[in-house]
């Protein structure tokens, strides 16, 4: 921590401290800071970033009119943005200057409360701008991930302490110390508090790692938190695409750069690590089957596994879940990730991605189809959410079967057979369906088959 404070004081090649000499020009100014720092850092104390506490302490002690006024009206002077996959405070646009921001064309209009010299407001804007970014581009990077720009961390500065639940840097840290059974924990009250976003973006933050150990626990965290928040509240599920994008990224060893992180034999030990993280998992496998999806897809990055093998191993999901659970969506689900990507190179730089699912994985469906074709054509029945009556055939089972064409020609093998009289209004059901071209939904009233719309 002493080092920190250095730096940003005294100053080093990452720091430039030059501003500092606007604000701190005698000893009565040096001892006011210092006062103030002692005074109410000792609360959050490796909980904040210093450089931005630092610069906060500063606006407060000189211009206290504009420190309160950017916390009263963070609504009005602040927005959030996305920039690189991260949402960050910045600030605002004058609406009658989109040079400059709002904030600093709302200290001249109001002289009263804001007596300052031309020269002193273009400092404090200056202070101001070292803290939260005005028109950010993709190169902004935050000084760490305990500043001041991130929603969940801007409160803090202005209270001097954390909002009951959010996460404790220290806490964390000493866990991730500590091994998995600790930093699970952490992991599992983040979630049970309510702070599960907090915590991913804790985990999302880390981008060193100090040895292999290290790297195994972050990237098992992802695993565990992803599958607990999965477990309290599955409709998470439509927010894992940037989780699974961000932990890919520290997956992917295409540069050989996950060999950093191991001492001798790094190919087999990081084999090792991603046999052990799939292996493990348990039905219904919903966010691995999706990482698996993701680098099924990706034809450049690689991951540790030979491509066949993250194959077997996502089929090998789909053919546990439907032994032990049947056919419903999460199986439906599992099979749209078992497929391989294919590209074709058209010359100039153009490659043409076609989708094509796994003759394994189709093998299991049809087989499950033989054997239990009323539960088949019940899950793969889907149903318009919004308007009661209204179903559709999922567009899967033109997969499973080829084509349409060939899953008509297996419906009407089976609807002559006795006992099947299910498939007869399944089937007219079908045709319905294919009148519009296999595109819409259409309305139907089935009375010998039973519709789970909660499946």
Known sequence: ?????????????????????????????????????????????????????????ILKLNTPSVYRTLYNGSKIFLKPELIRDDVIYTLTTSDDDPTKPRLEKFIHADKLQFPYSIEQIVALMDLVQRLFPFKPTDVF????????????????????????????????????????????KVLEKSVDDGFDNEVRERLFSITYFENQEDFELIIGSFFYLSNYRLSKNPQV????????????????????????????????????????????????????????????????GHYGLERYEF??????????????????????????CCHRINEINNGGGSFTRTRKMLDSANSILRNYADLHLESFLIGIISYDPARENL???????????????????????????????????FFDFFIKFKSTKFRNYVPFEFKVITIKKNS
Not at 253 to 270: I, L, M
Not at 311 to 336: C, H, P, Q, S, T
């Open 237 to 300: 599920r439509i927010s894992l695409s940037l989780d699974i994008k961000k932990l890919l990224e520290r997956l992917d060893n295409s540069g050989g750069q996950v060999r950093k992180y191991y001492d001798t034999d790094y190919e087999a030990k990081f084999r090792s690590f991603i046999l052990r993280l799939f292996e493990s998992a348990k039905a219904p496998y919903y966010f691995e089957s999706y990482v698996l999806k993701k680098i099924l897809e990706d034809t450049v």
């Open 1 to 57: 921590m002493y080092d920190i404070i250095d730096e940003n004081i005294i100053g080093s090649r990452r720091f430039d401290t030059s501003y500092l000499n606007q604000w701190i020009e005698t000893m009565r100014d040096a001892n006011r800071l210092s006062n103030s720092i002692l005074l109410n850092l000792s609360n959050v104390v490796g909980e904040v970033d210093f450089g931005d506490f630092l610069r906060l302490e």
């Open 391 to 425: 179903y559709a055939v999922n567009k899967l089972a033109s997969s499973i079967f080829k084509d349409w064409n060939e899953f008509e020609l297996f419906l009407n093998r089976k609807r002559g057979k006795q006992g099947y009289e299910f498939v007869k209004e």
């Open 141 to 184: 990077k935050a000084s760490s991930h305990l500043s001041i720009v991130y929603l969940n961390k801007f409160e803090r500065y202005f209270a001097y302490c954390l909002a009951h639940g959010n996460l404790s840097e220290i806490v964390f840290s000493n866990a991730r110390k500590l091994g998995a059974k600790e930093i699970y």
């Open 311 to 336: 194959e077997n191993i996502v089929v090998g999901y789909l053919k546990d879940y439907i032994e032990g659970n049947g056919f419903d969506r999460d199986a439906l689900m599992l099979y749209d």
